[in-house]
């Protein structure tokens, strides 16, 4: 799946070169183009804030800069803590170029890559709360109880910031963020047990395509965003010693949208 998506990516780094090239006037007098998409689970007062930003800059001296965010935060009367955020920037200035993403959860940094020429950048990472078996049996009268629940967010890259030389600079690929919970109760013991877990996300962000910004071109319309504020799952579990099995009974999504391109 990444390779063929990297494939398709680079077929259309192909074609943006190429229209660079051959219409160095096509939208010449655009020297930015920019969106800030925010969608809220709430209220003004207490809610979750989804939000997306890009940007393409061709600035009228030597400058070419390319950016792309996805951040979660919540909101609680007027107070508001960043959840997760991941963004990735391309720039070339003259004849130097700088590419550099970064990932932070909580507000705390997680981690920050840089590249001085053109790089790629992959990662997958997650954090939870009640680490990574977070279940408790409790026994009533002679029936065992299991219950488990945990919270966590995840951030995945998987981006090449590209230094085009003499024609600009560019971010090609795929980067998403999302945060999630679930709660579960069964009758058994580990090894032999039926149950229900519900299973949700909160925020659900992906970017993808390529975002470029060249001498004469802004390349805006290859960049596609996808959003599903709240999604829910109800599953059926069972298990009897190595073998294991689900059923899904419930799976909703509420406001799911794409905005394809997210830049006009």
Same mark, same amino acid.
Request: net charge positive; proline share 2%.
């Given at each position: 799946?990444?390779?063929?998506?990297?494939?398709?990516?680079?077929?259309?780094?192909?074609?943006?070169?190429?229209?660079?090239?051959?219409?160095? /006037?096509?939208?010449?007098? =655009?020297?930015?183009?920019?969106? !800030?998409?925010?969608?809220? %689970? /709430?209220?003004? #007062?207490?809610?979750?804030?989804? &939000?997306?930003?890009?940007?393409?800059?061709?600035?009228?001296?030597?400058?070419?800069?390319? #950016? =792309?965010?996805?951040?979660?935060? @919540?909101?609680?009367?007027?107070?508001?803590?960043? %959840?997760?955020?991941?963004?990735?920037? @391309?720039?070339?200035?003259?004849?130097?170029?700088? /590419?550099?993403?970064?990932?932070?959860?909580?507000?705390? =940094? $997680?981690?920050?890559?840089?590249?001085?020429?053109?790089?790629?950048?992959?990662? !997958?990472?997650? @954090?939870?709360?009640?680490? =990574?078996?977070?279940?408790?049996?409790? !026994? &009533?009268?002679?029936?065992?109880?299991?219950?488990?629940?945990?919270?966590?967010?995840?951030?995945?890259?998987?981006?090449?910031?590209?230094?085009?030389?003499?024609?600009?600079?560019?971010?090609?690929?795929?980067?998403?963020?999302?945060?999630?919970?679930?709660?579960?109760?069964?009758?058994?013991?580990?090894?032999?047990?039926?149950?229900?877990?519900?299973? &949700?996300? $909160? /925020?659900?962000?992906?970017?993808?395509?390529?975002?470029?910004?060249?001498?004469?071109? %802004?390349?805006?319309?290859?960049?596609?965003?996808?959003?599903?504020?709240?999604?829910? !799952?109800?599953? &059926?579990?069972?298990?009897?010693?190595?073998?294991?099995?689900?059923?899904?009974?419930?799976?909703?999504?509420?406001?799911?949208?794409?905005?394809?391109?997210?830049?006009?």
């Amino acid at each position: 799946m990444i390779r063929s998506f990297r494939s398709c990516s680079w077929l259309v780094v192909a074609a943006t070169l190429f229209l660079s090239s051959i219409v160095p /006037g096509l939208r010449a007098q =655009t020297s930015v183009r920019e969106r !800030w998409d925010q969608v809220t %689970l /709430g209220n003004s #007062d207490v809610g979750i804030d989804a &939000i997306a930003w890009a940007r393409a800059r061709n600035n009228l001296g030597a400058e070419r800069r390319v #950016d =792309t965010m996805l951040l979660t935060q @919540a909101r609680l009367f007027g107070l508001s803590v960043e %959840l997760q955020r991941i963004a990735a920037t @391309a720039v070339r200035n003259g004849a130097s170029f700088a /590419g550099s993403t970064s990932l932070r959860r909580a507000g705390l =940094t $997680v981690r920050n890559d840089a590249v001085v020429n053109t790089g790629t950048v992959s990662y !997958w990472s997650s @954090a939870n709360v009640f680490g =990574t078996n977070p279940q408790q049996t409790f !026994w &009533i009268w002679f029936i065992p109880i299991t219950v488990g629940a945990n919270l966590g967010h995840i951030g995945a890259m998987d981006v090449t910031l590209l230094n085009m030389s003499n024609y600009g600079a560019m971010i090609s690929g795929a980067m998403s963020t999302y945060a999630w919970g679930f709660a579960s109760f069964a009758v058994g013991l580990a090894g032999a047990q039926c149950g229900l877990q519900v299973d &949700i996300r $909160v /925020g659900e962000q992906r970017m993808d395509g390529v975002l470029g910004s060249f001498t004469n071109y %802004l390349s805006t319309q290859y960049l596609n965003y996808y959003m599903t504020p709240l999604r829910l !799952w109800l599953r &059926i579990l069972c298990e009897l010693s190595f073998l294991s099995g689900s059923l899904t009974v419930v799976d909703a999504s509420l406001g799911a949208r794409s905005l394809v391109p997210f830049l006009p």
